[in-house]
Structures are given as structure tokens and as C-alpha cells.
């Protein structure tokens, strides 16, 4: 299909500019013979995608210019295409390889599709949010581009979603606030450790994968969480929100950067030995009328059905959902919220296999108290076909908000309350400070996106389809299509 070519230039066959197809070469170039070299996308194994390049020889130079821009013009009407991007590469991600996987593999097929580009190598955390909320002259641009993990694809997010809502006035620290969905799509070449978030919308991680899908202006829309503490922002989350291991995971792994991606399985390790549960309640508002649930053993996939329709749900059906509030109070190994699968190459199925990329809800799970061998059986799952929901101590919820508030951290009304109903304000102060005795610690973090969070009781809202990527969501192996053939257009 036209849509799936990069781009189409003519060469003479005489001058040799061009490598010849080796099938032509019988044909003695004539005078006035000219060559047309077509660049396309071509589907390899796992969702993989490579640039291909054919080239045709014709008789007429007059008919090969006409076929030339012919399709040029074609390929500049989809409406799709970017043009001009900005570029953040952050150099530290990841195995350091960020600048060097741009230059050598993405940089060049950009300039062929005849994309310009503008190029910042980040020189500090925080640098890319920063210059996109303040610096950044957006109109110039249509979409971003971000190479790094999902640290860095996080800093894009915030960047841009914050400069969005100021721009549109809204106020992104009310909980309640609805956000305006940001213009500029996004586009994430891996370079990072986990990737989750390229790996669950492309179904691979492969930075020429990821710059195909962004030459062809692919676009995926996709929820966002904002987290809040009383009515203070904190941070969004595209992928993972988790409090107890994954928190735990995370602030054990930031001491051991220098190890690169491995520092998660050593930190993970360590975390699963140490075995910490943590109090807590948990408050959500379930999701209701919408399409799916976390356990139908469905999956997200290009053009999914269901994000479809619970997208466009979404809006008016709000109001029946509240009121419909639950709490579940007790001791948990693990609290986390998958807005998406979090499907990454240490577990192809992910957190929660079943969950939507844009359907407007978040996956609440709940991991109780249980045996290290329990718990184990439970992580396990997540890299074989069984179900780890389906465990007595595991539950799951697809909802639209919810609140944690870690057992010693009671606000001052209850804490007020403890007092006058029982005399028990010094207790509290004690436990404060020295819940559980001082065996084990009170409090995890939560691990948001990678980050750790400055606050442990917070308030979480799923924002429906807040932005879009550069992707299509994963694709369904087509059996009968033969993908190897340009001219099928
Ligand atoms: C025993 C094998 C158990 C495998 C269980 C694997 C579950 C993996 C689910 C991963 C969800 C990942 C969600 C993604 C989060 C990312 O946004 C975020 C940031 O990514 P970035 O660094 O690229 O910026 N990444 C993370 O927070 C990393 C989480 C990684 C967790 C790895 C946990 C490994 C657990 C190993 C347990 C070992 C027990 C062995 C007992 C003998
Ligand atoms: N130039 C830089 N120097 C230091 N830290 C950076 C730089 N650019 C980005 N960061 C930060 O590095 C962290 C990790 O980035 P990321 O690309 O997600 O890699 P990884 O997947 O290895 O964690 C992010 O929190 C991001 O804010
Ligand atoms: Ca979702």
C-alpha cells in the first residue's frame, strides 16, 4: 500500500548512484533509461519492521519523473505523515547506546522520508520536560520524539501534557480537572531498560521498527494517570504505578544504575527475599458499562474494538459510575495499577495481559500477605501462559480512579477521631514512628513510571486517550497477506 512506502527518488541507471537490484542488471542500460528507487516498509518476525528498498528500471525518463511524483505528491497527502519533528535523546539510558542508535539507524531514514528534523541531546534529568514546557516552540513540529526508556518517553509526557493544560488554562492540580488531550503525537525509539511502553504499542523493541511506524504517522491513542496527593499534583503514569515490590524494586535498583538493565533482576531478587508486606487502604471506583474486564483473556491490538468503544463511552457514562465507591483495607505484598498490558521483554504478556491501551481504565492489583512460595507462584505467572490473577491472595479491579493511604499515615481528623474515641493519639504517635515494632519498615514508594514518588497516600484518576503515539498497537500476524510484495499497491 502507498501508506507503507518511505519514500521514492529517481536515479539515472548510468551514472550508478544507486545499487542496482540485482535482477535488472541483464537489462543494458539505453540513453535515455532511467532508475526508480522505492523505499518500503517490510514486516519481518515479531512485529518487526525493516526499510526495504526496490528498484525499477523504466525506459521513459519522462513517464519514471511522472511516476516519481506521482507518488511523492501521494505520500505528502497522508494526512498522517510528519514532517518536521523534535528530537530528545537522552545519552545515559539504557546501555548508554541512545545518540549512537539514532545517529546510525533512525537519523538516516527520517532524511530519506524527507522528515527534518531538530535534534537536543539531553544534558541533565529533566532537561526535555523542561525546554517542552517553557522553551520549545511546538507549533514548529508535529510530533516528538524521544530516545531513552520510559523515564525519558515519561519526561515527553509531562512536558507536553503540562504545556498543553497551561496553554488550554486548566488547572492540572484539582483532581477532577479534565484535561485537554495534547496536539502533537509522540514517538519513542527504545533505548532504555524496561521499554514497556514501546514494547506493548509496537510489540517489539527495535528502534527502526519504531522509526518506521513514525515516518508512516502511525497514531495510537493512549490513557494517562495523574497522581495526586490532597490537591497537589505529583506526576502522571503511562505504564506502571506500584507500591510494595515494584516501589521496592525500584528504590533498591536507583543505587545500582552503573549496572544497567540488570539491576532490576538483582534488585527484583533481593526484593522478593526481603519479602516486605505493607498496610494500607485502598479505595477505588470500578469501571462500569464499558466493554472487557481484566481476566477475558483478551488483548489489546491495532484498531482494538474495545478501546474504540469504551473511548468514546467514556464521557457520558462518567456520572453512573460515581458514588460506586469500595475500600479494601489490609497488608499487601504489591499494590499496582496497570493502565496498559506493561507487556516488556521480561514478561511478553505483562502485568495485567488484558489490559487496554485506551480504554479509559487502570488495573488495580492487589497482591495480600502470602508465602514467599506463593509469591512466587504469583511472579512466575507473568512469563507462562498462566493466569496470576487466578491465586487465592491476588485480586483484580479494572477501575476509574483510586486512593491508597499507607495504615501510619491516618490524616489529622482520624488521627483526631483515634483520639477521642479511644485515648489513642499516643499510640498513633508511637506507631508513627515505630510501626510493626521497628521489624520492618512502615512505608514502600510508589514506583511510578520508573520514578519514585515523594508521597505515599495519593489519588489516582485515568485521563481517556490524554495522548497519542506514533504506533498502532501490536499487530495480529496477517497469515493470507503476502507482505514481501511492494507492488501490491
Ligand atoms: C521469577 C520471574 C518473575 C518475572 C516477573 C516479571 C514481571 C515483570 C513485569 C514488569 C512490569 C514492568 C512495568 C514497567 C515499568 C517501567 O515503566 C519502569 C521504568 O522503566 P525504564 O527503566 O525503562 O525507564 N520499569 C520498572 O519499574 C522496572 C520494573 C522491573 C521489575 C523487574 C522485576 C523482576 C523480578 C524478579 C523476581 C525474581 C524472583 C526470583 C526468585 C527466585
Ligand atoms: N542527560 C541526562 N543525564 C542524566 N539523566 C538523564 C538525562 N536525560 C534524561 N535523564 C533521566 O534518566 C532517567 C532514565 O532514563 P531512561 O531513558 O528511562 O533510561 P532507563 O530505561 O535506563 O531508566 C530518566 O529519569 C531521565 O529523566
Ligand atoms: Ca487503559
Not at 504545556?163 to 480537572?177: K, W
Amino acid at each position: 500500500a502507498v501508506s507503507e512506502i518511505v519514500a521514492v527518488t529517481q536515479g539515472d541507471a548510468a551514472s550508478g548512484r544507486h545499487r542496482n537490484d540485482g535482477r535488472w542488471q541483464k537489462m543494458s542500460p539505453r540513453t535515455e533509461e532511467v532508475q526508480e528507487h522505492m523505499s518500503y516498509v517490510e514486516r519481518t518476525r515479531q512485529h518487526r519492521w525493516r526499510c526495504s528498498e526496490v528498484t525499477f528500471q523504466c525506459p521513459e525518463g519522462a513517464l519514471c519523473r511522472l511516476w516519481v511524483s506521482s507518488i511523492t505528491e501521494q505520500l505528502q497527502a497522508l494526512a498522517g505523515r510528519p514532517k518536521r519533528l523534535l528530537v530528545y535523546i537522552n545519552p545515559f539510558g539504557g546501555k548508554q547506546q541512545g545518540r549512537r542508535v539514532y545517529e546510525q539507524k533512525v537519523s538516516p531514514l527520517f532524511a530519506r522520508a524527507g522528515i527534518a528534523t531538530h535534534v537536543i541531546v539531553t544534558e541533565y534529568a529533566n532537561h526535555a520536560r523542561d525546554h517542552l514546557r517553557t522553551q520549545a516552540e511546538l507549533d514548529d513540529f508535529d510530533g516528538v520524539v524521544c530516545v531513552g526508556g520510559d523515564g525519558m518517553f515519561s519526561e515527553v509526557v509531562h512536558g507536553l501534557v503540562w504545556r498543553t493544560q497551561s496553554d488550554a488554562g486548566v488547572d492540572h492540580h484539582s483532581p477532577e480537572a479534565e484535561l485537554q488531550p495534547c496536539r502533537l503525537r509522540i514517538g519513542i525509539i527504545p533505548a532504555g531498560s524496561t521499554d514497556c511502553i514501546c514494547f506493548a504499542t509496537v510489540g517489539t523493541n527495535d528502534p527502526v521498527t519504531s522509526a518506521l511506524h513514525i515516518i508512516v504517522g502511525d497514531s495510537q491513542p493512549m490513557d494517562v494517570c495523574s497522581v495526586h496527593h490532597n490537591n497537589t499534583f505529583l506526576r502522571y503514569s503511562i505504564s506502571l504505578l506500584g507500591y510494595g515490590f515494584y516501589g521496592d524494586v525500584l528504590t533498591d535498583s536507583e543505587r545500582k544504575r552503573w549496572m544497567g538493565p540488570a539491576r532490576y533482576d538483582f534488585s527484583g531478587l533481593k526484593t522478593f527475599l526481603t519479602h516486605h508486606y505493607y498496610e494500607g487502604t485502598v479505595s477505588y471506583l470500578p469501571a462500569r458499562g464499558i466493554m472487557g474486564n481484566p481476566r477475558d483473556r483478551t488483548k489489546c491490538r491495532a484498531g482494538c474494538l474495545v478501546c474504540q468503544h469504551n473511548g468514546r463511552l467514556h464521557q457520558e457514562q462518567r456520572a453512573e459510575c460515581d458514588g460506586e465507591w469500595r475500600t479494601v483495607r489490609g497488608k499487601f505484598l504489591a499494590i499496582n495499577a496497570a493502565s496498559m498490558s506493561c507487556a516488556c521483554p521480561r514478561s511478553p504478556k505483562g502485568l495485567s495481559p488484558a489490559a487496554h491501551l485506551a480504554d479509559g481504565t487502570t488495573d488495580l492489583i492487589l497482591v495480600r500477605k502470602c508465602s514467599r512460595l506463593d509469591f512466587l507462584r504469583h511472579l512466575l505467572r507473568h512469563t507462562s501462559k498462566d493466569d496470576q490473577f487466578d491465586l487465592a491472595f491476588v485480586d483484580v479491579h479494572r477501575v476509574r480512579r483510586f486512593r491508597f493511604t499507607p495504615r501510619y499515615c491516618q490524616s489529622d481528623s482520624e488521627l483526631e477521631l483515634d483520639l477521642r474515641e479511644n485515648g489513642k493519639r499516643l499510640f498513633s504517635q508511637i506507631c508513627r514512628d515505630h510501626p510493626a515494632c521497628g521489624c520492618a519498615p512502615a512505608y514502600s514508594s510508589w514506583n511510578c513510571d520508573g520514578e519514585i514518588l515523594t508521597h505515599t497516600a495519593i489519588e489516582v484518576g485515568v485521563h481517556c486517550q490524554l495522548i497519542r503515539l506514533f504506533a498502532r498497537g501490536i499487530e495480529e500476524p496477517a497469515v493470507f497477506e503476502d507482505f514481501t510484495n511492494p507492488c501490491a499497491i
